[in-house]
């Protein structure tokens, strides 16, 4: 009953109004996870200040922002050609941001390789640092499992510019985890 | 003559990508100076962060889909 109750709304529900709902939901989960990333933040400068360790490896940290940033380029390209019905443009460059985002999680394991020997996580700054460092890092994870799916998905060609919701909800996941590293590189490689 | 349209207005969208992507690059590295030279690092880094924020969640995200009507 329930499930034709649910049938007949999807039936009477336009295109043009399922991809609006869509969109709605995705916004209101994204400033959900905001505000969890925010309370991260705000914990590490309510427990330190603007401290931080002198151990840090910024260039390491600036490195892995680039990529990151870089990982956008290619999903925003990723998300264009599906859009416009490129499907080989479409593979390609969601092939590469996985890429990226495996590249990104190897500079994370390098920093917490160096980050355990001189702020291991029993310390307050390495608390900080672990916590919003590896919260970050399982949505980059999530991520990638998101577009490893779209990718196998996608491999018959059926996102176009007719279906593209799929590739847009994945894409603007993945845009809001480098919005979030944009917040928590400065936060804790470079503020002091 | 749809068809030249559609290969602009897809061109159009990549060169946009890509500057946006500049733009984001060059924030990031003044960032990453300022940060070895300034003081008040809070601020600045706030004034640089902020930006980058805002050109992913206009360009990239799209989010004035969100009191836009149309599909894209």
Redesign the interface.
């Known amino acids: 009953m329930a499930a034709t109750t649910e049938h007949l709304r999807h039936e009477a529900e336009s295109p043009a109004e399922r991809l609006r709902t869509n969109r709605l939901g995705l916004w209101l989960f994204i400033a959900s996870e905001s505000f969890l990333f925010a309370a991260l933040i705000s914990a590490r400068y309510y427990l330190l200040g603007t401290e931080r360790s002198e151990h840090l490896n910024q260039p390491l940290g600036f490195l892995i922002s680039l990529v990151l940033l870089t990982s956008s380029l290619f999903a925003y390209r990723a998300e264009t050609a599906a859009r416009f019905g490129d499907q080989r443009g479409f593979r390609r460059a969601t092939a590469t941001t996985i890429a990226l985002g495996l590249l990104f999680m190897v500079g994370v394991v390098l920093e917490w390789r160096e980050g355990l020997a001189f702020f291991p996580p029993s310390t307050l700054y390495g608390s900080a640092f672990f916590t919003l460092v590896g919260f970050h890092a399982f949505h980059v994870f999530t991520g990638i499992v998101a577009l490893a799916l779209l990718l196998w998905a996608g491999r018959d060609g059926r996102f176009g510019p007719e279906n593209h919701w799929p590739v847009e909800g994945v894409i603007k996941y993945w845009h809001f985890v480098d919005v979030a590293w944009v917040f928590i590189f400065p936060t804790l490689y470079l503020v002091k | 003559m749809a068809q030249a349209e559609?290969y602009e207005?897809?061109r159009g969208?990549?060169a946009l990508?890509?500057a946006?992507?500049i733009g984001?690059?060059v924030l990031?590295t003044i960032?990453?100076v300022v940060?070895r030279f300034a003081d008040q690092?809070?601020l600045w880094?706030?004034l640089?962060?902020l930006p980058?924020?805002g050109l992913?969640?206009w360009?990239?995200?799209?989010?004035r889909?969100?009191w836009r009507e149309e599909?894209?």
């Open positions: 559609t207005r897809r969208a990549m990508g890509t946006v992507f984001l690059i990031d960032e990453f940060a690092l809070l880094m706030t640089l962060a980058q924020a992913i969640l360009f990239y995200m799209h989010v889909q969100l599909g894209h």
